[in-house]
DNA sequence: TGCTTCTGATGACAATTGTCACATCAAAGC
DNA sequence: GCTTTGATGTGACAATTGTCATCAGAAGCA
């Protein structure tokens, strides 16, 4: 008897999942949660055998949590549930200890069997999904990806640059090498593309 | 015995909202689909009493398919997914002739609810859901959000006025013009805004 | 007919963005 | 000590964006 823990803000999709779960007879849902905070408490009490968690969400997001959990809990798998597009969370949930991905455009097959193989001591993700993911590197430093973020959040140049402690020159060149190296057309194409990718 | 079909383009989504409706033995899931033109096909074969249907979606969305629905398929209810944060969707949704709307962060029994109220003949919403919607009213005319969905694509002033038979002179106003009425700070921000409020 | 309203366009110009060559400084390596 | 590298900043300038006053044409109305 497997148990699993489920983080996903959504109510209604986590209620579902839990449904979707619980009709398996190995399977049993010990905790949900909404975010990777109030997570993190759960777990603590519950001690179930693996997470299943979405990355978006409140307060703490799926990586952060996975991070969290491999360093509280190392015994605990992490699944992460993702989408074919945002490969660029995959590196970075990787880095955070994570023990398997799930794609949401998966069949609920894939992910009973995802479960299976990762209490087996395996790490599972799609192929097409690993070489997706290693094909689109995430080209920007990490001072490109603040102003680029900030950038999308509609402030200016002076205004990014007075919350990151720059001038607006140096701003200008980051978002003008961000804007470079996505191949985009301007700073709305630079966020759009990066936000798409799960870069920002 | 309620018959339902279910439109969702992420599989495990729908897979585990599946599993979680036929838990209800009043209700039977008679057909899935990951888009709206799937669907219309599936409803004619299969004949459900009403329809679950999330917004965004590849080739059909959610919106475009209930107006279909309603004007093909009269006597299928429709109930709307959607979250807090999109309201702009409901105007829409309500014209399109959407009955009810259920919201992605509500409790799975408010959905079992809603279904019940529904196939009463009951046209469903969350009270505050509806205030909100009724407060966050768009302000933008048909060719400003053109404009503005144009630039969210990260296409330039030029290139949107040549895709809109428009001069630049006058896309330079409708985007002035729509940053004015939301407030915003630019471009991007006002992108932002109009996408997180579902008026994009 | 004259007036009003609506829609799209024009022009001017300030503000902002984007690019690029170049400079400075500190740290690391040889 | 000298060179290289990386980070940050400067300056110049072209391109683009954002604002606003104004105009023109068409439609509707008294």
């Given at each position: 008897m497997t148990k699993i823990a489920i983080i996903e803000d959504q109510a209604l999709v986590r209620a579902a999942l839990c449904a979707l779960l619980n009709l398996?007879?190995?399977?049993?849902?010990?905790a949900q949660a909404e975010n990777g905070k109030h997570a993190l408490e759960l777990i603590a009490t519950n001690t179930p055998d693996l997470i299943l968690t979405d990355i978006e969400?409140?307060?703490?997001n799926g990586i952060e949590l996975t991070r969290e959990v491999k360093e509280k809990f190392p015994n605990i798998r992490v699944v992460i549930m993702t989408t074919f597009?945002?490969?660029?969370y995959i590196r970075r949930a990787m880095e955070a200890g994570a023990d398997a991905f799930i794609l949401?455009?998966?069949?609920s097959t894939y992910l009973i069997d995802t479960i299976q193989k990762v209490m087996l001591g395996k790490k599972v993700i799609d192929p097409e999904l690993a070489l997706s993911a290693l094909d689109d590197l995430?080209?920007?430093t990490e001072k490109e990806r603040k102003a680029l973020y900030f950038a999308g959040q509609g402030l200016k140049t002076k205004e990014i640059a007075k919350k990151l402690f720059l001038t607006e020159g140096t701003v200008r060149n980051y978002l003008s090498e961000a804007i470079s190296k996505l191949n985009a057309s301007n700073r709305i194409d630079a966020v759009r593309i990066a936000q798409q990718k799960g870069w920002l």
């Open positions: 398996e007879s190995k399977l049993k849902v010990v969400m409140p307060e703490m597009s945002r490969t660029g949401k455009e998966a069949p995430d080209p920007l």
